[in-house]
């Protein structure tokens, strides 16, 4: 089997002059760094758990990562079925379920992709090649529940 092999510096830079003394002494808020990337990601944790809400959080780093492997996935099977895809949005959404000891995880999430080919013919063939990105998604094959696709393919 082919090993690829990836590379991330998250650094911290929540901390307010205090550390870590308690829950509320410092901030969430970090940088997420790659080799030969052109920017960081600036995130921190979910306003629910004290984090900036204008920076990424990891659950929306998560729901994104599962939505762009799968429209990689899909643009790439509509290239071999010969379906001109024009445009492709997906507004997925993911719900993740806290324990009663603070952790969690997500149970569930659903991609709903808006999907213009210029094809009419070809719009059932489209819907179906979902079900085939999902199966080859890198992304989806780690995850341990259900993703749900609910597709709208448009002709434009």
């Given at each position: 089997m082919k090993k690829h092999n990836y590379q991330i510096k998250v650094e911290w830079t929540g901390n307010e002059g205090?550390?870590?003394?308690?829950?509320?002494?410092?901030?969430?808020?970090?940088?997420?760094?790659?080799?030969?990337?052109?920017?960081?990601?600036?995130?921190?944790s979910d306003p629910s758990f004290l984090g900036d809400q204008t920076r990424y959080n990891p659950e929306d780093l998560f729901l994104s990562s599962l939505s762009a492997c799968h429209m990689l996935w899909y643009l790439h099977l509509c290239s071999v079925h010969k379906i001109v895809v024009t445009d492709y949005v997906d507004n997925a959404t993911g719900i993740m379920e806290e324990t009663e000891n603070g952790s969690g995880k997500f149970?569930?999430?659903?991609?709903?992709?808006?999907?213009?080919?210029?094809d009419e013919n070809m719009i059932n063939k489209a819907n179906e090649l979902h079900h085939e990105a999902n199966k080859m998604c890198f992304i989806a094959n780690s995850c341990n529940f259900k993703i749900g696709h609910n597709p709208n393919t448009l002709v434009g």
């Open positions: 205090n550390g870590t003394l308690n829950y509320k002494s410092y901030n969430r808020n970090h940088k997420i760094i790659a080799p030969r990337k052109y920017d960081e990601i600036k995130g921190s149970t569930e999430v659903t991609l709903n992709p808006i999907v213009k080919i210029i």
